[in-house]
């Protein structure tokens, strides 16, 4: 089976800093995905692992190590429309099936 | 280039009725999926289609869904005989056609199902 845990909820401060983290243990691996959903809309691709290390765009960055089942997504530089749901993904042995945690509330503060 | 289309966006339905949500995947792309996000909960996978096929329907429940993707027009997920559990916020992704693994996801902005 799938399991994939990751914080409820997270508020952090306009500019800021926040890290959000993601663990697994899933019966295979094949690469880790982030989304971002805002309230009420579709899942946005924010970034994709499959090899250990950390990967930047932007503002966000994200980092993987599969020895240890984790993951963690960096949004620096919080802005207001950062205010949303972020999911964290596993796809496993297959090529095409995510098995998605609950997902992480951020509410950004002014 | 439109991005996945769903539609309706919202669909009430009474206990014992069927509902039916579309799914138009982006320009170019044939493969087809359906997830279930219910309340508080993560998107649960539920089908994985491509044109006149199903490819894996591990996450359907047994009965009363059923979900095809034809020749020509949308991918449907009918659910017949609604209960309330069936309540959630339905998404399609499409990816292009292809032998490697997809680095990313296409999702349309969900049917919001709700069963009264």
């Known amino acids: 089976g799938q399991n994939i845990d990751q914080p409820t909820e997270m508020t952090a401060t306009e500019g800021a800093i926040v890290q959000i983290n993601c663990t697994y243990q899933t019966s295979g691996f094949n690469g880790l995905f982030w989304y971002q959903q805002h309230a009420g809309e579709a899942p946005t691709f924010l970034s994709y692992?499959?090899?250990?290390g950390l990967e930047e765009k932007g503002r966000f960055s994200s980092f993987l190590s599969r020895s240890k089942g984790y993951s963690y997504l960096l949004l620096k530089e919080l802005q207001m429309k950062d205010s949303a749901s972020y999911l964290c993904a596993v796809r496993d042995g297959n090529d095409y099936k995510l098995s998605f945690g609950a997902g992480t509330t951020v509410t950004v503060r002014a | 280039n439109a991005g996945v289309m769903q539609n309706p966006r919202h669909l009430v339905r009474r206990r014992g009725q069927e509902a039916r949500l579309r799914c138009s995947p982006m320009k170019g792309h044939s493969h087809v999926y359906w997830y279930r996000q219910l309340p508080e909960e993560g998107l649960k996978f539920m089908v994985y289609l491509q044109k006149e096929n199903i490819i894996d329907e591990s996450g359907m429940p047994k009965e009363r869904f059923s979900a095809e993707f034809p020749k020509e027009g949308p991918s449907i997920l009918r659910i017949q005989q609604v209960v309330r559990g069936d309540s959630a916020a339905y998404f399609c992704?499409?990816?292009?056609?292809?032998?490697?693994?997809?680095?990313?996801?296409?999702f349309g902005q969900g049917t919001r199902l709700t069963v009264v």
């Open positions: 692992n499959v090899l250990d």
């Open positions: 992704a499409s990816s292009p056609p292809g032998s490697e693994p997809i680095t990313e996801a296409f």
